[in-house]
């Protein structure tokens, strides 16, 4: 070979692999990527066997039926291998298919539009490095006529409006990482924000608490009782990195959200979102309580003198980090006794995070104890030792024992 046509021949491969790295995202975008699709949790609802992260196929139950998560790794064929970077980020900034179809909003796009373009291609750069997966997605189960997807239009035309997050330059840097972790891709309203009777959040009442697989997730505001107002800001960050603190624990789906998601934020972001939080306003006001009969008092404090002292202890204070304290407990007074009633029906085991790894139990007591007994026994800590909230009443329990 001639000199120049070796020259000629080292600078055409030069341009390739140059060509080749300017396509290729940096280590950097990658890790970003996977940093932001944990904070987003992806992988709780695109997993349904453990050994195929991501490979999809896990049913997501809504009350007008089943759908199935698909699969997002990058498989050409039942993947998203071949598609482009426009295709994905179309799918989560507007929640439409490549195809052009509207998807169903248990896929969580109303919160992740917020996210910028860049971090979407950061999280597309993450799933890109994943073993592609041969799994193709059942299609979904849903109940005329909600099983025509061009239904979604109106839909969307309602109740979605696609927009990257703008920040509020009124507030400072951490405010604003805080706000768009929590509305973007956290999708914590998902699950804490009240919803109208077509599954859209309602607007008006942003994290004020909303019932979830037969929990309760409590509201997130600055309300005095039921919400985050007794809550430092510390407290809040030490509650999504470990799943406890010295108020409550994350014992049901909190739980899930916090080993596949929150326990991995770093600090800042953690701080970021407890920052935002504790500025949230309360929204509506706590609900009037009218005090309950002194028979139920009595009959649960019976009940709670047989069963509960034991770890919660006579005046409620527990064991902070170990059994948590009743007394001033958020999630116990909320306007829904539905978590304090599940917890009691089917028992808890403590999640355990790299941050604090000793677990610990609440017994079940849907056998030993009647639908009455629970009711009076969840009456009675939700008002004592200065806690005040609505009587329970067993049929309330009845319903639970069905609902999951
Ligand atoms: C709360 C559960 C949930 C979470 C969290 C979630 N998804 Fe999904 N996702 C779904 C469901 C359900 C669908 C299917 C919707 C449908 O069939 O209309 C879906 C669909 C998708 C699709 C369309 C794929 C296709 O083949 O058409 C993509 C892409 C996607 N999700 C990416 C993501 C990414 C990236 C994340 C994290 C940033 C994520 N999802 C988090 C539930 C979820
Ligand atoms: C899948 C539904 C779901 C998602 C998503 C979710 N949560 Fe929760 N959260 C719950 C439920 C239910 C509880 C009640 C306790 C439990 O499940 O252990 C809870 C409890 C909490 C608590 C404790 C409140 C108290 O009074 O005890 C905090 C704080 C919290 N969540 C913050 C968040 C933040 C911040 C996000 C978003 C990053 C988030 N949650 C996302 C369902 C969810
Ligand atoms: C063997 C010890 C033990 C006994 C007995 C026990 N609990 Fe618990 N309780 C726990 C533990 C541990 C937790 C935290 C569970 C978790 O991590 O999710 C807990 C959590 C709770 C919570 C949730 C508090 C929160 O912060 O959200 C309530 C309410 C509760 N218990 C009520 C009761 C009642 C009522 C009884 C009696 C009928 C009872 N417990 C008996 C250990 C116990």
Known sequence: ?????????????????????????????????????????????????????????????????????????????????????????????????????????????????????????AIRAYLATLKPVRHATPPPDLTWPLNHRVLMRGWNWLYFTSGTYQPNPAKSDQWNRGAYLVEGPGHCGACHTPKTFFGADRTDQMFGGSEIGGWFAPRLDSAPRSGLASWSAAGIAEYLQSGRNGKSHAGGPMAEVVVNSTSKLSDADAQAIAAYLKDLPAGAAEPSVTPPSPEQMANGAKIYKGACIACHETDGSGSPHVYPPLPGNANLQSADPLSTIRIILDGAHTVTTPRAPNTGSMPAYKNELSDQAIADVATYIRNSWGNAAPAVLARKVTRARTQH
């Open 1 to 121: 070979m001639t000199r120049p046509a070796l020259a000629i021949l080292l600078c055409a491969a030069a341009l390739v692999v140059g060509a080749a790295r300017a396509e290729s995202p940096s280590p950097e975008i990658i890790a970003r990527g996977h940093s932001l699709t944990d904070a987003a949790d992806c992988a709780s609802c695109h997993t349904s066997d453990p050994a195929q992260p991501f490979a999809g196929g896990k049913r997501i139950d809504t009350p007008f039926g089943a759908v199935y998560t698909p699969n997002l790794t990058p498989d050409r064929e039942t993947g998203i291998g071949s598609w482009s970077d426009d295709d994905f980020y179309r799918a989560l900034h507007e929640g439409i298919s490549p195809s052009g179809a509207r998807y169903y909003p248990a896929f969580p796009y109303p919160y992740f539009t917020k996210l910028t373009r860049d971090d979407v291609l």
